[in-house]
């Protein structure tokens, strides 16, 4: 009953956020498909196996530290710059990043998000989302032998 009286008495701000989040997710997708023309789903990047140095498990597990690093409160960047840490060459990287594939992500709300603010994304947007400019810079001095971004 008092969820029934709440909503008839906020019925119109209700509906204004609903209107506001459903205006939030189309202007974002408008905005967001110009840069998010990297890779449709099937594409991935070259991996030559005899030049790497971890296995597809290992680039499994890294694939979702990463992940997890990105969607937790405030971006682990510990937990992060660790996982790069494990890369010895542009193979290794391209393996985490097949591995990493599209997963839910709220560019929004640098979370995984909810259905009306989250959509698939690849590493790259992930990182490139969740990281600063001098966070990003970091990761290209620190680990030249990459190519990241």
Same mark, same amino acid.
């Given at each position: ?13 209700? @509906?204004? @956020? ?30 030559? &196996? ?6 597809? =498990? ?7 530290? =990463? ?5 937790? &409160? ?16 542009? #193979? ?18 640098? #979370? ?11 590493? =790259? ?16 001095? &620190? ?7």
């Amino acid at each position: 009953m008092k969820v029934l009286r709440f909503f008839l008495k906020n019925f119109r701000p209700i @509906v204004y @956020v609903l209107l506001g989040l459903l205006f939030l997710r189309t202007f974002r997708e408008i905005l967001s498909k110009s840069t998010e023309e990297k890779l449709t789903s099937d594409e991935k990047l070259p991996v030559n &196996s005899g030049v790497r140095t971890i296995s597809n =498990i290992e680039a499994q597990v890294i694939a979702d530290n =990463i992940y997890n690093a990105s969607i937790v &409160s405030g971006t682990d960047e510990a937990l992060l710059y660790a996982q790069f840490d494990k890369l010895k060459n542009q #193979n290794d990287f391209n393996e985490v990043y097949n591995a990493f594939g599209k997963r839910q992500y709220s560019k929004f709300w640098g #979370n995984v998000g909810d259905p009306l603010t989250s959509d698939r994304h690849d590493m =790259i947007a992930v990182l490139t989302n969740e990281l600063t400019v001098k966070e990003q810079e970091y990761l290209k001095n &620190s680990y030249p032998h990459l190519t990241i971004f």
